[in-house]
């Protein structure tokens, strides 16, 4: 199975996988909006395309053989643009596509992009704590739970909490083989000095 990232920030192929993502930010409105998210449907379709272009090469489509299976972005950058420390990640991955892989095969992509790319040193995440499978996932990629904060967000009048995870450079090559560590860990100061860069945007499972 063949998966890749797609930049989102050429605004001809955002157009194309717009149907895409209205209907995966109805499907999960609950997860990715609050009461102060635009409501009506014209608003509400400008407000997600200015937000994902805004996010400029950290935005993508999760592809699965050339099919849009979900979407992945990146913010709150704590750094300096030659130098990132830490940042926080998003992703929705389509129903259809869960246990077959899809999820992990990402999730690799993405971390090697920010910790062995970027040489980030924390990447953190927030979830809904009805979102079992991405908690599953980021428990399985290395996240640790840090906290529940309380009333974090409002939706439909109420607040809701949200469970923050986080993952740490130390951590995350602790995992990976020993052969792996040595081969990219010489590189750092390198790597440093990029202050953009895309990832390998494709990975196979079985």
């Not at 009506?40 to 299976?69: K, M």
């Not at 690799?108 to 009805?130: C, H, K, M, N």
């Not at 980021?138 to 009048?157: D, H, S, T, Y």
Request: one cysteine or more; a negative charge.
């Amino acid at each position: 199975m063949k998966i890749e990232l797609a930049p989102l920030n050429q605004g001809e192929y955002l157009i194309q996988v717009l149907p895409y993502l209205l209907k995966w930010y109805k499907d999960y409105d609950y997860l990715l909006f609050d009461d102060f998210y635009p409501t009506e449907v014209e608003a509400y379709t400008q407000a997600i395309v200015e937000d994902l272009l805004e996010l400029g090469p950290y935005a993508w489509i999760i592809e699965v053989e050339e099919e849009p299976a979900g979407f992945l972005y990146l913010n709150e950058w704590y750094g300096s643009g030659m130098k990132h420390h830490s940042c926080q990640i998003h992703a929705i991955i389509d129903k259809q596509f869960h246990r077959q892989g899809v999820g992990t095969a990402v999730g690799d992509l993405i971390l090697s992009l920010l910790f062995e790319q970027l040489s980030l040193f924390r990447v953190e995440g927030w979830l809904d704590p009805e979102n079992k499978a991405m908690i599953y996932l980021a428990k399985k990629m290395g996240f640790k739970f840090e906290g529940n904060a309380r009333g974090r967000k409002l939706v439909n009048g109420k607040p809701r909490n949200e469970l923050m995870f986080g993952l740490i450079r130390p951590d995350y090559f602790r995992r990976k083989k020993p052969q792996m560590r040595t081969h990219h860990e010489p590189q750092e100061e390198k790597q440093r000095e990029r202050s953009t860069c895309t990832p390998s945007t494709t990975a196979t499972c079985q």
